[in-house]
Structure formats: structure tokens, C-alpha cells
């Protein structure tokens, strides 16, 4: 990586990371969107940094990331998240979420990099939803 690419991000040390798979059937995709955009609202209501990358190209399998610009943001953060029952994060134990590697988060970029344009635009109108405090509008 040269000094050119070098991420703005690497130097920050209070990361978590989770994994979200997207299916190839529309019903899948979707929920999977919404789950991601539920992470990406909590992220922004807490001042967090998210980012992505992409985990397994065939599953496909995305890596989430997460910076806290503080403690308290991070404690937040978490409370959100365990808050939403629909997340189903403990099924990955440690609440669903893991510390990356400094490799991880070096290859990390935002999300609009690393989604497809059809699971971004159903993850920002969550996300949107969730920081208005309205009912998303749920695609079927």
C-alpha cells in the first residue's frame, strides 16, 4: 500500500468488527440489508466510523467495522445493538462482535465502496429511518 492509499482510519484503536452474509434470493438480500443498515444507523447515532471489506467473494460474505470515537460511543453502540432482538448478534457469541486485525482494518473502506448499489440503498433508507426515528420503508 502506498502513502497515496494509506487509509486515514488505521491509527484509530477502538475497533469491533462483525460478519454479515448476503444471500443470493431476494428475501435474503433484503434482510440481510436491513440488518446492515440497522448497524449503520446505530453507528451514526453514536458518532462511530463504519466501514467494510469484502470477507468471502462466493458466499459473499462482508466484513462490518466499527470505530469508536470514545468509550461511551462504543457502550452505546452496544446497547443499541442488544436492544434489537431482530440483529440476532449473541448467535455469534461475544455479542456478535470480534476485534479486527490491523490487516482487516487496513484493507477496510466505506461501505458505498464495498456494497452493491441495491444492498446500499436499502441499508441507507434504514439507516435514515432509524436516525429520524420513523418506520423504515420495508421493501418486499
Known amino acids: 500500500m502506498t502513502a497515496e492509499t494509506t ?9 469491533l468488527c ?13 434482510s440481510s440489508a436491513i440488518n ?12 462511530t466510523r463504519m ?3 469484502v470477507g468471502d467473494p462466493m458466499v ?8 469508536f470515537a470514545s468509550p461511551e460511543d462504543r457502550i452505546q453502540f452496544l446497547a443499541l445493538v442488544s436492544e434489537n432482538e ?5 448467535e455469534w457469541g461475544d455479542n456478535g462482535f470480534a476485534t479486527p486485525s490491523s490487516e482487516e ?3 477496510a473502506r466505506p461501505i458505498q465502496e464495498i456494497l452493491t ?6 441499508v441507507m433508507l434504514v439507516a435514515a429511518s432509524l436516525c429520524l426515528e420513523v418506520s423504515p420503508p420495508y421493501v418486499d
Open 36 to 47: 446492515i443498515g440497522h448497524l449503520m444507523g446505530y453507528a451514526i447515532k453514536t458518532n
Open 60 to 67: 459473499p460474505t462482508y466484513e462490518l467495522l466499527f470505530s
Open 51 to 53: 466501514l467494510a471489506l
Open 7 to 15: 487509509n486515514i482510519w488505521a491509527h484509530e484503536s477502538n475497533w
Open 117 to 122: 448499489q441495491d444492498i446500499l440503498e436499502q
Open 86 to 90: 431482530d440483529l440476532r448478534m449473541d
Open 18 to 30: 462483525t460478519i454479515e452474509m448476503i444471500p443470493h434470493d431476494p428475501e435474503g438480500r433484503a
Open 105 to 107: 482494518i487496513a484493507d
